[in-house]
């Protein structure tokens, strides 16, 4: 299989990137049992199915991606390897089995798509379905139809099922499986933290109580960012509404300067989306304003910073979305710039997706930590790790200061009400401490206002004594001949 490898890549020093992808491969070379795959971003997925390709003859592999960008990518990883391959576009496939059929969710589901599977399985061609970026099957089922459709795809013939990911929590294990009906399967997932990226939230409540506000911080911020950029560098701003990403585009390009950026999202046509990366990478602007559309699969190694615009949409398609930052190894920033007043118009997200990412949010814990054990079920902080960029909770502790807990900002008018009430009650708390200066507190606590004109310590109605343990002193009343009759009757 290491030899396979090798004259894959034409390289005789190449070999597996961990044993965990070595072991993978080795599944899906059996065709026994069906895999679920989950690998961190450069981890090598791509090779679980390039490989066995490469050394066997005469079958079929079937590569269902959810993305445009995808698709393109594919393509171009088959010409560099020599693999012949096909793109199905509902139109069927030549005389020449292809060694790759490569096909996309919408087209996936058609009945059209199912028959030419039922025949490939009939004259024993087809040796695999491989479905790339699985965590979408979770994540994209409440608005892409096609998504939850493609279980009945996958069972329409007796295959093996190769699913890959890098972002998948272990409690949808089980969901995944069953919706694909992989009643014998093995799971390989390798836990690796990125240490090269920096995680930091802003929290823009306090500052923004208008859109107006929000959006020219939102700017100020994302310039400041890319000011540090060098030549190669490039950024993406993540937005949760095509909407959003085409207003924020706008919004940049006029307060910044007119190329700096280009909006990427699903209604745009396939031609319009590759110009708009195409520029991208050239440097002709550099950010990308996306939707999850640019979620997964984007192969360019110096995207220097990943900004979420309000919030993700869930925690493992923001771990998905930052994912993109850092692969060339260097350091890379994932900014949140939150701000919940737009929340009326995202109730399209479960709440349960929302909460989760609020939590993640606004907790003051390593937020490496939390997402780790969000996508694998374990993690270690930053503080931990030798080589690992520090997360913003964690360079507060670093700096020996306390993380500040993040609350829920009240609106406006609220927030000057509640000042105007704090200064008051310290204003009558001072006078209250003035006026009591050098006078008995305990007769003024108990309402005898004609006794209060001697200090504490001198006041004839209190005494100390041992408590009962003999553990401390504590105050007792003394009922003298003065004021005793008035003391009893409030005992």
């Known amino acids: 299989m290491l030899n396979g ?43 679980l199915w390039q490989l066995p390709i490469f050394l066997e003859k005469d079958v079929t592999s079937v590569v269902i991606l959810p993305y ?119 799971v390989i997932r390798r836990i690796e933290d990125r240490l090269e990226l920096n995680y930091q939230v802003f929290d ?20 400041q960012v890319c000011e540090r950029f060098g030549p190669a ?18 919004y940049l390009n006029k307060a910044i300067r007119q190329d ?12 319009d989306r590759t110009a708009a990366i195409e520029a991208w990478k050239r440097g002709d602007v550099l950010f990308l304003i996306a939707t999850s559309a640019l979620g997964a699969g984007l192969d360019y190694g110096s995207v220097k910073a990943i900004v979420h615009h309000v919030r993700g949409k869930n925690l493992i398609e923001f771990v998905q979305e930052t994912g993109r930052a850092g692969r060339n190894g260097s350091s890379a920033m ?37 997402l780790s054990i969000a996508m694998h079920g374990q993690g270690e902080e930053c503080l931990r790790q030798k080589a690992g960029k520090f997360c913003d909770n964690c360079k507060k502790v670093l700096d020996g200061k306390p993380p500040m807990e993040v609350k829920k900002a009240a609106p406006l008018k609220r927030r000057r009400e ?3 009430m704090e200064v008051r009650e310290a204003v009558q708390v001072k006078r209250m401490l003035s006026d009591l200066k050098g006078k008995c507190s305990w007769c003024w606590v108990w309402g005898d206002a004609h006794a209060i004109d ?36 409030m005992q």
């Open 68 to 186: 445009v960008v995808l698709v393109e990518q594919v393509e171009a990883q088959c010409i560099k390897l020599g693999l012949s391959y096909q793109v199905w576009e509902n139109d069927g496939i030549d005389d020449r089995i292809p060694q790759v059929l490569i096909v996309a969710v919408e087209h996936a589901i058609m009945l059209e798509f199912q028959t030419l599977l039922v025949q490939l399985e009939s004259t024993n061609t087809l040796a695999r379905l491989v479905i790339d970026e699985c965590h979408t099957l979770v994540t994209h089922k409440e608005f892409r139809p096609a998504v939850r459709k493609l279980g009945g795809t996958i069972r329409s013939v007796n295959a093996q099922v190769v699913l890959l990911t890098a972002t998948i929590p272990p409690q949808l294990e089980d969901e995944v499986r069953v919706t694909f009906g992989c009643s014998d399967w093995k």
């Open 204 to 223: 823009a409540r306090p500052i923004a109580s208008t859109k107006k506000e929000f959006d020219h911080k939102f700017c100020s911020l994302v310039k």
């Open 5 to 47: 490898l090798r004259k894959l890549y034409k390289d005789e020093k190449a070999t597996f990137k961990s044993i965990e992808q070595a072991e993978a491969s080795k599944v899906v070379l059996r065709r026994k049992e069906h895999l679920l795959a989950i690998l961190p971003t450069g981890g090598g997925k791509s090779l």
């Open 454 to 489: 001697h200090p504490l310590q001198r006041c004839r109605y209190r005494s100390m004594f041992m408590d009962a343990d003999g553990q401390q002193y504590v105050w007792q009343m003394s009922y003298m001949s003065e004021h005793g009759a008035q003391h009893e009757a």
């Open 233 to 250: 560098d490039r950024g993406i701003v993540y937005c949760l509404q095509t909407t959003w990403a085409e207003e924020v585009a706008k």
């Open 418 to 420: 509640a000042d105007t």
């Open 260 to 271: 700096f950026c280009l909006p990427y999202h699903a209604k745009m046509s396939k031609e």
């Open 334 to 370: 994932c900014l949140t710039v939150f701000w919940d007043q737009l929340d009326d118009q995202l109730e399209w997200i479960p709440e349960e997706e929302r909460q989760a990412m609020t939590d993640w949010i606004e907790s003051d814990l390593c937020r490496k930590k939390l």
